[in-house]
């Protein structure tokens, strides 16, 4: 426990310096929102092509992460879905708390699989992330499109975000990098090393100048069930699924790691942009964000 707190506390540390340099006005207003940019169009992709293409996994870990990762997302849609036919919410309201429920901050994800499991469990984490973020995309715009009164929804605008995230591109790049051994030369190397090595300070920052405590002022029963499902019952159903597929060892820490994890900043977005209720949405991703903070290693205390 100890040596997890130790790891985890300079992720949360860095987080919430973002939050108060924003609202200190530090460096600038005009920062953040610039410094988030650069952060997922460069310095993210730079680190999982760099991190990725060093990496030496099995073949067989990215099936058994892909249909780990399947699992978990619908296994927990069911679970939302009953939790719908119980409260009966309105569809904008639901489609915060089905966001909140089975979306993960990659940004946090990366960082702390980084500083606990080391260059393999990042690498590990990095491939689970490339499969998470388009199958949770069409999750979410499907959920939309049933629940949330939106009849816009133009498919094959969602299917050139997905092809086209930066997270994904860098992703791929970098097993197929690793899958045929290309290696580094000195001078690419020393170009990707060191935003490699500032992409999880920056992205963890920016994850804290996002955040919008006000929200949590309208904290209501969406709010606690969402949290509860994805701090403490999502994390249980990683674990039990990994059981019962037979998995065990590094994979199993990074799909309960992934699935301890706040929901994304991107949901807001989504939210404002789809018809879902984007003020409820703000308030789940800081309220999740703060309470992250030490549902995440007690999770990991009784799971790992």
Not at 103 to 113: D, E, I, K, Q, T
Not at 142 to 169: E, S, Y
Not at 170 to 189: C, D, E, K, R, T
Request: aromatic share 10%; glycine share 10%.
């Amino acid at each position: 426990m100890p040596v997890m707190v130790q790891a985890l506390v300079p992720v949360f540390v860095l987080i919430m310096l973002g939050h108060l340099f924003r609202r200190w006005g530090f460096p600038g207003d005009d920062f953040w929102p610039q410094a988030e940019r650069f952060t997922y169009y460069v310095l993210f992709p730079a680190m999982l092509v760099f991190k990725l293409g060093q990496a030496r996994l099995p073949p067989s870990a990215y099936g058994d992460i892909a249909l780990l990762i399947f699992s978990m997302l619908l296994a927990m849609t069911l679970v939302l879905v009953v939790v719908q036919l119980i409260w009966r919410w309105s569809g904008p309201v639901f489609s915060s708390v089905y966001q909140g429920a089975i979306r993960f901050n990659s940004y946090v994800g990366l960082a702390a699989g980084g500083m606990l499991l080391g260059d393999d469990g990042l690498s590990l984490t990095a491939i689970a992330v490339a499969v998470m973020v388009p199958t949770l995309n069409l999750l979410c715009i499907l959920m939309f499109t049933l629940v949330a009164d939106q009849d816009k929804v133009r498919f094959g605008q969602v299917f050139k975000a997905i092809v086209t995230n930066p997270l994904i591109v860098g992703s791929v790049i970098g097993v197929v990098w690793s899958y045929f051994q290309i290696g580094f030369h000195p001078l690419l190397a020393g170009i990707l090393q060191p935003l490699s090595n500032l992409a999880l300070p920056m992205g963890l920052m920016t994850v804290g100048a996002g955040l919008q405590l006000t929200a949590l002022r309208g904290a209501s029963m969406p709010f606690l069930v969402s949290s509860v499902l994805k701090l403490l019952a999502f994390p249980l159903m990683a674990a039990g699924l990994s059981w019962m597929l037979g998995m065990e060892g590094l994979m199993v820490q990074v799909a309960v790691l992934l699935a301890t994890l706040p929901t994304a900043t991107s949901a807001y977005i989504l939210a404002r942009q789809l018809g879902g209720d984007a003020p409820l949405m703000a308030g789940i991703i800081s309220g999740q964000t703060l309470l992250a903070m030490a549902s995440i290693p007690l999770m990991l205390s009784i799971l790992w």
